[in-house]
C-alpha cells in the first residue's frame, strides 16, 4: 500500500461504496486478483485481503489486474495533483499531458528539473512506481478507448496509443484488463455512432457537477474562428503535439456528472493529450466536496455555495494561449477581448486544413506570434510590445507554462514581463495553470462583489486553498450572466476581466 494512503479510512470508503473517492486511489484484493475503484458494486472484501494504490500503476505494478465490472480507469482523476505544487505532482500532470510519450523519462525530468535518478526516487518513493509505469498504465487507458470506440485495426490501436510493439500491446491487455484486444472489443458497450472521423468519449466528474455551467462561461468566451458555442454544446480547436484537432463538448445525455466530448484529431496518438487538456479545461479532476467543506462554511460565501455546489473553475486547454488572451483582455470587456483575440487569430493563427463549421484557426503558437504583424489588430503599441516580450518568453523558456511548471516560478517570471501585472499573473495562474488557489488583485468584479456581501480582501486568507472557487462564486454575484444557476445576493457590475 502506498504509504500516504491510511488503510482504515480508505476502507471504510469502499465499505460504503463512497463514489467521492473514485480516482483517489484503486483498491487491490489479493483473493481476486484485481484492482477496482472505491465505489465497485461488488461485494466488499475483507479489510485483510485489501491493499490501497494511489494510481492503476502501482496497483498494476504489484500484480493486480483492472476490474472489468467497475472500470476503475473511467473515473475521474485524482484532484491531489492539481492541488500540489510538489514534483511527484508536477510530474503527474506532465505524464497526464502525454510527455513520456513525447521526449521519454530524460525529457520529462529535463522539464522539471531534476536528474532521472532524483526523479525515480521521488515517484517511486511516494507512489511506488516510476514514470514509465505511470505512462504504460496511461497508454493501456487510451488504448481501451480507442478500441471500444472506434473501429479501427487493432494493429493501428496499438500505435495509436504510444506502443512500440503488437506484442507489448497484446502482452499488456493481456496482464492489465484479463483479456486480448479483440475481447475487449467484443465486450465494448457501444458508442452513439458519431460522424465518421470522430470519437466519442463520456468525461466523468465527481458530484456535483453543473456541466451546463461551464459550458456556458466557456460559451460566453468564444473566440470566433477558434471557438463556438450554440447554446448546448461548446466546441473548439485544441493545438496539439501531432497537429490540430476539434472539439466538441456537451452535458452528458443521461444528465450524470459527465460530459460526452467529441473529438476529431490529426493523429490519434494525440488522444490520451486531447483528453487530459479537456478535463483540465473542464476542471473534471476537482475534489468538490473539499471545496465546499471549506468556503461553504463561510459566512460570506455559504450562501453562494449553497446556491452553486459544486462550481468548476473553467480552465484554458493550454496556458501560454491564455496569457497571450490575458495580455488581450487587460482593460477591455469580456465582448472587446473576444474582438481582439479573434484579430490576433487571423493575423498569426494556423489556418485549419478545411474549416469545421465556423472553427478556422488553431491559436497561434509562441514562436508565430513573436514575429507576427499586430498592427492592425488594433493593440495599443504598448500592449502589441507586451504580446511580442510574452511569446518571445514562452519560446525562449524564460516563462515556463506547461502543465508541470512550478507555478510560484512562473508568477514571478510573468511579473518580470513588462505591461504583465498581478492581475494578469494571478488569471494566468487560475484559468491557464489551473492552480485552484489563486486570488486575483484589484479584480474590480471581485471587489463589488465583496463589497455587497459586506466582506474585504482580507477575508480570502479563510479560503485558502480554494481561493480560485471563491474568485468564481463572486464573478457570479457581480456578472451572474456568466452562470447558469442563479447566485444570491446579486448586484450589478462590469464582468469580469477574464480572458
Same mark, same amino acid.
Given at each position: 500500500?502506498?504509504?500516504?494512503?491510511?488503510?482504515?479510512?480508505?476502507?471504510?470508503?469502499?465499505?460504503?461504496?463512497?463514489?467521492?473517492?473514485?480516482?483517489?486511489?484503486?483498491?487491490?484484493?489479493?483473493?481476486?486478483?484485481?484492482?477496482?475503484?472505491?465505489?465497485?458494486?461488488?461485494?466488499?472484501?475483507?479489510?485483510?485481503?485489501?491493499?490501497?494504490?494511489?494510481?492503476?500503476?502501482?496497483?498494476?505494478?504489484?500484480?493486480?489486474?483492472?476490474?472489468?465490472?467497475?472500470?476503475?480507469?473511467?473515473?475521474?482523476?485524482?484532484?491531489?495533483?492539481?492541488?500540489?505544487?510538489?514534483?511527484?505532482?508536477?510530474?503527474?500532470?506532465?505524464?497526464?499531458?502525454?510527455?513520456?510519450?513525447?521526449?521519454?523519462?530524460?525529457?520529462?525530468?529535463?522539464?522539471?528539473?531534476?536528474?532521472?535518478?532524483?526523479?525515480?526516487?521521488?515517484?517511486?518513493?511516494?507512489?511506488?512506481?516510476?514514470?514509465?509505469?505511470?505512462?504504460?498504465?496511461?497508454?493501456?487507458?487510451?488504448?481501451?478507448?480507442?478500441?471500444?470506440?472506434?473501429?479501427?485495426?487493432?494493429?493501428?490501436?496499438?500505435?495509436?496509443?504510444?506502443?512500440?510493439?503488437?506484442?507489448?500491446?497484446?502482452?499488456?491487455?493481456?496482464?492489465?484488463?484479463?483479456?486480448?484486444?479483440?475481447?475487449?472489443?467484443?465486450?465494448?458497450?457501444?458508442?452513439?455512432?458519431?460522424?465518421?472521423?470522430?470519437?466519442?468519449?463520456?468525461?466523468?466528474?465527481?458530484?456535483?457537477?453543473?456541466?451546463?455551467?461551464?459550458?456556458?462561461?466557456?460559451?460566453?468566451?468564444?473566440?470566433?474562428?477558434?471557438?463556438?458555442?450554440?447554446?448546448?454544446?461548446?466546441?473548439?480547436?485544441?493545438?496539439?503535439?501531432?497537429?490540430?484537432?476539434?472539439?466538441?463538448?456537451?452535458?452528458?445525455?443521461?444528465?450524470?456528472?459527465?460530459?460526452?466530448?467529441?473529438?476529431?484529431?490529426?493523429?490519434?496518438?494525440?488522444?490520451?493529450? %486531447?483528453?487530459?487538456?479537456? &478535463?483540465?479545461?473542464?476542471?473534471? *479532476? =476537482?475534489?468538490?466536496? @473539499? +471545496?465546499?467543506? #471549506? /468556503? !461553504?462554511?463561510?459566512?460570506?460565501?455559504?450562501?453562494?455555495?449553497? %446556491?452553486?455546489?459544486?462550481? &468548476?473553475?473553467?480552465?484554458?486547454? *493550454? =496556458?501560454?494561449?491564455? @496569457? +497571450?488572451?490575458? #495580455? /488581450? !483582455?487587460?482593460?477591455?470587456?469580456?465582448?472587446?477581448?473576444?474582438?481582439?483575440?479573434?484579430?490576433?487569430?487571423?493575423?498569426?493563427?494556423?489556418?485549419?486544413?478545411?474549416?469545421?463549421?465556423?472553427?478556422?484557426?488553431?491559436?497561434?503558437?509562441?514562436?508565430?506570434?513573436?514575429?507576427?504583424?499586430?498592427?492592425?489588430?488594433?493593440?495599443?503599441?504598448?500592449?502589441?510590445?507586451?504580446?511580442?516580450?510574452?511569446?518571445?518568453?514562452?519560446?525562449?523558456?524564460?516563462?515556463?507554462?506547461?502543465?508541470?511548471?512550478?507555478?510560484?516560478?512562473?508568477?514571478?517570471?510573468?511579473?518580470?514581463?513588462?505591461?504583465?501585472?498581478?492581475?494578469?499573473?494571478?488569471?494566468?495562474?487560475?484559468?491557464?495553470?489551473?492552480?485552484?488557489?489563486?486570488?486575483?488583485?484589484?479584480?474590480?468584479?471581485?471587489?463589488?462583489?465583496?463589497?455587497?456581501?459586506?466582506?474585504?480582501?482580507?477575508?480570502?486568507?479563510?479560503?485558502?486553498?480554494?481561493?480560485?472557487?471563491?474568485?468564481?462564486?463572486?464573478?457570479?454575484?457581480?456578472?451572474?450572466?456568466?452562470?447558469?444557476?442563479?447566485?444570491?445576493?446579486?448586484?450589478?457590475?462590469?464582468?469580469?476581466?477574464?480572458?
Amino acid at each position: 500500500m502506498t504509504a500516504s494512503l491510511d488503510h482504515d479510512r480508505c476502507y471504510r470508503a469502499v465499505a460504503s461504496r463512497d463514489v467521492r473517492f473514485d480516482g483517489w486511489f484503486v483498491t487491490g484484493v489479493h483473493t481476486t486478483g484485481i484492482y477496482c475503484r472505491p465505489s465497485c458494486p461488488a461485494r466488499t472484501p475483507l479489510a485483510r485481503n485489501v491493499s490501497f494504490f494511489a494510481t492503476a500503476a502501482g496497483a498494476q505494478a504489484a500484480g493486480f489486474r483492472a476490474c472489468r465490472r467497475c472500470r476503475p480507469d473511467a473515473v475521474p482523476g485524482s484532484p491531489e495533483w492539481d492541488v500540489r505544487a510538489d514534483v511527484v505532482a508536477r510530474a503527474m500532470r506532465l505524464i497526464a499531458d502525454g510527455e513520456v510519450e513525447r521526449s521519454g523519462v530524460p525529457g520529462l525530468a529535463a522539464r522539471l528539473g531534476y536528474s532521472e535518478r532524483q526523479l525515480h526516487r521521488h515517484l517511486v518513493g511516494e507512489l511506488g512506481v516510476g514514470a514509465l509505469s505511470l505512462a504504460r498504465a496511461q497508454r493501456a487507458h487510451t488504448a481501451r478507448l480507442l478500441v471500444e470506440t472506434t473501429d479501427l485495426p487493432i494493429a493501428d490501436v496499438a500505435f495509436a496509443a504510444g506502443f512500440a510493439s503488437i506484442r507489448q500491446f497484446n502482452d499488456t491487455v493481456r496482464e492489465i484488463y484479463a483479456t486480448t484486444p479483440s475481447g475487449l472489443r467484443g465486450a465494448r458497450r457501444g458508442t452513439d455512432g458519431g460522424p465518421p472521423g470522430w470519437l466519442t468519449l463520456r468525461l466523468a466528474a465527481r458530484p456535483p457537477f453543473a456541466a451546463d455551467e461551464v459550458l456556458l462561461f466557456l460559451g460566453l468566451h468564444a473566440v470566433p474562428g477558434l471557438e463556438e458555442w450554440d447554446g448546448t454544446t461548446f466546441s473548439r480547436v485544441l493545438d496539439l503535439p501531432h497537429g490540430p484537432a476539434v472539439v466538441r463538448l456537451s452535458p452528458a445525455p443521461d444528465g450524470g456528472s459527465a460530459v460526452t466530448a467529441r473529438l476529431h484529431l490529426t493523429a490519434l496518438r494525440d488522444l490520451g493529450t %486531447a483528453v487530459s487538456r479537456c &478535463r483540465r479545461m473542464l476542471d473534471l *479532476d =476537482a475534489d468538490p466536496a @473539499a +471545496v465546499d467543506d #471549506v /468556503l !461553504g462554511v463561510d459566512p460570506a460565501l455559504a450562501p453562494l455555495v449553497a %446556491a452553486a455546489p459544486g462550481r &468548476r473553475v473553467p480552465a484554458s486547454p *493550454d =496556458a501560454a494561449e491564455l @496569457a +497571450v488572451r490575458a #495580455v /488581450l !483582455g487587460q482593460q477591455v470587456s469580456v465582448a472587446g477581448a473576444r474582438t481582439l483575440t479573434a484579430r490576433v487569430l487571423t493575423a498569426a493563427g494556423t489556418p485549419l486544413p478545411e474549416p469545421v463549421g465556423a472553427l478556422t484557426h488553431a491559436f497561434p503558437r509562441p514562436e508565430a506570434l513573436a514575429d507576427a504583424d499586430l498592427s492592425a489588430v488594433g493593440l495599443t503599441g504598448t500592449r502589441r510590445s507586451t504580446v511580442h516580450t510574452l511569446a518571445a518568453a514562452l519560446v525562449d523558456g524564460s516563462v515556463p507554462l506547461d502543465p508541470g511548471a512550478d507555478r510560484a516560478e512562473a508568477r514571478r517570471a510573468l511579473l518580470a514581463v513588462p505591461g504583465v501585472g498581478p492581475w494578469t499573473a494571478a488569471l494566468v495562474g487560475l484559468r491557464g495553470l489551473a492552480d485552484p488557489d489563486v486570488w486575483l488583485p484589484g479584480d474590480l468584479a471581485v471587489r463589488r462583489a465583496l463589497a455587497a456581501l459586506g466582506g474585504c480582501d482580507a477575508d480570502a486568507d479563510r479560503w485558502r486553498p480554494w481561493r480560485s472557487y471563491a474568485v468564481l462564486h463572486l464573478w457570479s454575484v457581480a456578472a451572474p450572466s456568466l452562470f447558469t444557476r442563479p447566485p444570491a445576493p446579486r448586484t450589478r457590475g462590469p464582468l469580469p476581466r477574464s480572458a
